[in-house]
């Protein structure tokens, strides 16, 4: 046979593997005409919220736009991106504020950041978000932040 009809068959072989790898969990194998065998495995995950069970932070609304009421669950700004932070949210991570660069360039201290007023926030590497006290996110952020606990916490009240 010809090296290039092989090579189709082969590409067409391969795309129907991956098209009925998304249907089914079992893995689909081709085998070349090298012998080289190649396998194609998807295996699906239903995710259901179980009772009493830690929940997952959400990302941040597509609107851009983040609301904090009290006992909200904890949001993440994606790394990269812009969003509009209502007053009385709180922010963790090394953010820029209506242009300002709040980074505290540490990997064994925290930054968190106290919303009086609306404001635009980048995330260049992301950042959570949610209503808790500002002594609820300090300590929590001592206990389990930064690169395991953080040694130090600076708190920013915005606008400065």
Do not use: H
């Amino acid at each position: 046979m010809n090296r290039k009809l092989i090579f189709m068959i082969v590409m067409m072989i391969t795309i129907a593997s991956v098209l009925l790898a998304a249907c089914s969990p079992a893995a689909d194998c081709i085998t070349t005409d090298g012998g080289t065998q190649i396998c194609v495995s998807v295996n699906t995950v239903d995710k259901t919220a179980t009772p009493g069970a830690t929940p997952e932070p959400t990302s941040t609304p597509e609107s851009g736009v983040i609301t904090c009421t009290d006992g909200m669950e904890m949001l993440q700004i994606q790394p990269g991106q812009t969003v509009t932070v209502k007053s009385g949210c709180r922010v963790s991570g090394d953010i820029v504020v209506n242009g300002e660069t709040l980074y505290d360039d540490n990997g064994d201290s925290g930054l968190l950041v106290d919303f009086q007023q609306e404001a635009r926030v980048f995330a260049q590497w992301g950042a959570s978000v949610n209503a808790d006290s500002v002594d609820t996110w300090v300590q929590n952020m001592k206990n389990s932040g930064c690169t395991g606990t953080c040694s130090t916490v600076s708190v920013i009240t915005w606008p400065r």
